[in-house]
């Protein structure tokens, strides 16, 4: 089976400028995340999705970060402005996502290695 | 915050020799999972433990729960070269399933 798709690999923007990423989950997963990771660092949560609805975005700075998965497929995460310390690895996941336990194991992407200067 | 600790953040062990890592997390826990990260593969899922359970094994990997102590540990049992990448624990929301905090991770090296 196809694996979580991500694009772009890699992008350099300078701060205040604008920037998304894209993915594309495993099909039939109903819940996608999008993580941050910063070098040295754990995966940090930014938002999740059931399907095409919110499930958590508790950690997600929404005066700057926005995401949105449309049809309950693809999703998108954009920042703009963006700020040095928005300079990360952005990673994707997808999971089953139905209450038992295979359903938990969360499949990742690739990451999209985001440099702002 | 509910984020695991692992510990220790670095660990250096000759092929062959088991490695341990421990992860520490602070509330209740639906289950806890534990991820490998590397340059070649990035992060994979590699066991599940739920909260009424114990211990685990799957193939040389093996996984203890305390939840009166709120930790785990990882064993990796006769490591390879390939076994050389970050480990993190996940912990499970109680209340949202789906949802997980990661710790900071093991950084482990075997040397061949």
């Known amino acids: 089976e196809a694996g979580v798709a991500q694009s772009p690999r890699y992008k350099i923007i300078e701060k205040r400028q604008s920037v998304a990423f894209w993915c594309n989950p495993i099909s039939g997963h109903a819940t996608l995340y999008w993580y941050q990771q910063i070098l040295g660092q754990g995966p940090k949560l930014l938002i999740q999705f059931q399907n095409n609805g919110v499930v958590d975005d508790s950690q997600l700075p929404k005066d700057r970060f926005s995401a949105e998965r449309l049809k309950g497929v693809d999703s998108t995460l954009k920042i703009q402005p963006a700020k040095l310390e928005d300079s990360a690895v952005y990673l994707c996941?997808?999971?089953?996502?139905?209450?038992?336990?295979?359903?938990?194991?969360?499949?990742f992407g690739p990451g999209t290695r985001l440099t702002v200067t | 915050s509910q984020q695991g600790e692992e510990d220790p953040q670095a660990l250096s062990i000759q092929e062959g020799e088991n490695a341990t890592m421990n992860c520490s997390y602070k509330t209740s826990i639906n289950n806890l999972q534990w991820y490998r990260q590397n340059s070649g593969r990035g992060l994979v899922h590699l066991i599940l433990?739920?909260?009424?359970?114990r211990e685990k094994h799957s193939g040389r990997l093996r996984v203890t729960l305390d939840t009166s102590k709120k930790s785990s540990s990882l064993l990796i049992t006769a490591s390879r070269a390939a076994d050389t990448a970050s480990y993190f624990c996940a912990t499970g929301d109680l209340y949202n399933f789906n949802k997980f905090y990661f710790g900071s991770g093991t950084k482990l090296n075997v040397k061949p």
């Open positions: 433990i739920r909260s009424n359970e």
């Open positions: 996941a997808s999971s089953l996502g139905l209450g038992r336990d295979k359903s938990y194991e969360q499949y």
